[in-house]
């Protein structure tokens, strides 16, 4: 789909194009829609002229005072070594970042925050929003795609996407969208996912042949599910799976979805906790049309992506430059290079054998306020081919 093509979200009956509108639904019934939402020009216009008056003073406040200037000038210097995005790095077409403290909902004087996840109501992904932005108006989106592109034509301020789960592994999709599209991670969050199974007021548990749900949501209950005799059946989404059990007033299916789902849709609870193992955690990222300026006040975590020229030991030259420095990596992802999936033996005329090319993705626990880290990437620019900071940002260290 090309990227300046109308995005698409969800609504409670049918999928609604968006130019620059929203739809949602008033009622946890879902059954009726409100109107239109147009987000007026002068908005944005507004939004982009936001200066940067970040501080990083240890408490994370903001000050305005030479001191706090000081430091936003100097992280400036940082951003133009190691830019954000891969598009430009002329600084002055770059978006304005954030303070740290500006990454949350937690600006009293500030609107109420606007932020896309994927599915419907009563998704994990709303309950995750609702826990990254207290109070923000949680926006449903069709596919991940929509809810990117809704950040980035300003249809909505932000937008918490999961990336990877403990259980089920990496969400590929997201870390190509992450590359393919101009946000930055802002911050994440973790969420332990409790499964239900859920079924229409009066059926009971012996009265189901199939249950709905997302393929790992199925796959992570398949010891409860084939001990219950049921039959499984892939649906886009868990709340989707709750919502047209419901919707369709099904007596013989039931949805795999959680307790949120079942009172938003009017389902009963037959089981829960039905998860074959109750260590079930998703990883959420936080994402915003501006960076975060990082801190030094508490734990942060930065994500990179970047390639590597064929050859031996070329991986291990540049992990090295973060063991060097004693700097952890909590996760590495290999993506293929789509525009140059395979490449050529340099040493072969016939240019055979072929290698897959490949884009790697580490976050590692430092802030890009730590000289250790600039200095880690600094040296990991001389073996890459291409380097991009995909964001620093707070460490979640909740868990709910």
């Given at each position: 789909m090309?990227r300046?093509?109308?995005?698409?979200?969800?609504?409670?009956?049918?999928?609604?194009?968006?130019?620059?509108?929203?739809?949602?639904?008033?009622?946890?019934?879902?059954?009726?829609?409100?109107k239109?939402?147009?987000?007026?020009e002068?908005?944005?216009k507004?939004?982009?002229?936001?200066?940067?008056?970040?501080s990083?003073?240890?408490?994370?406040t903001?000050?305005?005072?030479?001191?706090?200037?000081?430091?936003?000038?100097?992280?400036?210097?940082?951003?133009?070594d190691?830019?954000y995005?891969?598009?430009?790095?002329?600084?002055?077409?770059?978006?304005?970042?954030?303070?740290?403290?500006?990454?949350?909902?937690?600006?009293?004087?500030?609107?109420?925050?606007?932020?896309?996840?994927?599915?419907?109501?009563?998704?994990?992904?709303?309950s995750?929003?609702?826990?990254?932005?207290?109070?923000?108006?949680?926006?449903?989106?069709?596919?991940?795609?929509?809810?990117?592109?809704?950040?980035?034509?300003?249809?909505?301020?932000?937008?918490v996407?999961p990336?990877?789960?403990?259980?089920g592994?990496?969400?590929?999709?997201?870390?190509?969208?992450?590359?393919?599209?101009?946000?930055h991670?802002?911050?994440?969050?973790?969420?332990?996912?409790?499964?239900?199974?859920?079924?229409?007021?009066g059926?009971?548990?012996?009265?189901?042949?199939?249950v709905?749900?997302?393929?790992?949501?199925?796959?992570?209950?398949?010891?409860t599910l084939?001990?219950?005799?049921?039959?499984?059946?892939?649906?886009?989404?868990?709340?989707?799976?709750a919502k047209?059990?419901?919707?369709?007033?099904?007596?013989?299916?039931?949805?795999?979805?959680?307790?949120?789902?079942?009172?938003?849709?009017?389902l009963?609870?037959?089981?829960?906790?039905i998860?074959?193992?109750?260590?079930?955690?998703t990883r959420?990222?936080?994402l915003?049309?501006?960076?975060?300026i990082?801190?030094?006040?508490?734990p942060f975590?930065?994500s990179?992506?970047?390639?590597?020229?064929?050859?031996?030991g070329?991986l291990?030259?540049?992990?090295a430059?973060?063991?060097?420095?004693e700097?952890?990596l909590?996760k590495i992802?290999?993506?293929?290079l789509?525009?140059?999936?395979?490449?050529a033996?340099d040493?072969?005329?016939?240019?055979?054998?072929?290698?897959?090319d490949?884009?790697?993705?580490?976050?590692?626990e430092?802030?890009?306020?730590d000289?250790?880290?600039q200095?880690?990437?600094?040296?990991?620019?001389?073996?890459?081919?291409?380097?991009?900071v995909?964001g620093?940002?707070?460490?979640?260290?909740s868990?709910?």
């Open positions: 090309p300046m093509a109308a995005a698409s979200l969800i609504t409670r009956s049918r999928t609604t194009h968006l130019p620059r509108h929203l739809t949602c639904k008033a009622s946890p019934s879902d059954h009726t829609p409100r239109f939402i147009t987000i007026p002068p908005f944005s507004r939004r982009r002229g936001r200066p940067v008056i970040a990083l003073r240890e408490d994370g903001g000050t305005g005072n030479n001191r706090s200037v000081g430091r936003a000038l100097e992280m400036q210097g940082v951003l133009e190691f830019p995005d891969v598009v430009s790095k002329d600084l002055q077409t770059l978006p304005m970042p954030l303070s740290s403290t500006q990454s949350s909902n937690s600006v009293s004087d500030e609107p109420r925050l606007r932020v896309a996840y994927q599915g419907v109501r009563g998704a994990y992904s709303e995750a929003a609702e826990k990254a932005y207290p109070n923000c108006e949680a926006v449903p989106c069709e596919q991940f795609d929509t809810a990117f592109e809704a950040v980035e034509r300003w249809l909505v301020d932000r937008a996407l990336i990877e789960n403990s259980l592994g990496s969400i590929h999709r997201n870390y190509d969208l992450l590359l393919r599209h101009r946000l991670i802002v911050g994440e969050v973790k969420f332990a996912v409790r499964h239900c199974l859920l079924a229409n007021h059926v009971k548990l012996e009265d189901l042949k199939r709905l749900s997302h393929p790992q949501a199925l796959a992570q209950c398949e010891n084939t001990r219950f005799g049921l039959v499984r059946e892939a649906v886009d989404d868990t709340a989707g799976a047209h059990v419901a919707f369709n007033n099904l007596k013989d299916v039931g949805a795999v979805a959680s307790s949120a789902a079942g009172m938003i849709y009017g009963d609870i037959l089981a829960q906790d998860q074959d193992d109750c260590d079930n955690v959420f990222l936080m915003a049309r501006e960076p975060i990082p801190g030094t006040d508490r975590k930065t990179i992506v970047f390639s590597l020229e064929e050859g031996p070329v291990f030259k540049a992990l430059c973060f063991a060097l420095r700097i952890n909590t992802e290999s993506r293929p789509r525009k140059q999936p395979l490449r033996s040493d072969n005329s016939n240019g055979f054998p072929k290698y897959f490949y884009l790697f993705y580490v976050d590692f430092a802030s890009m306020a000289q250790q880290a200095n880690a990437l600094r040296n990991l620019k001389e073996v890459a081919t291409f380097l991009r995909l620093s940002y707070p460490v979640d260290t868990m709910i």
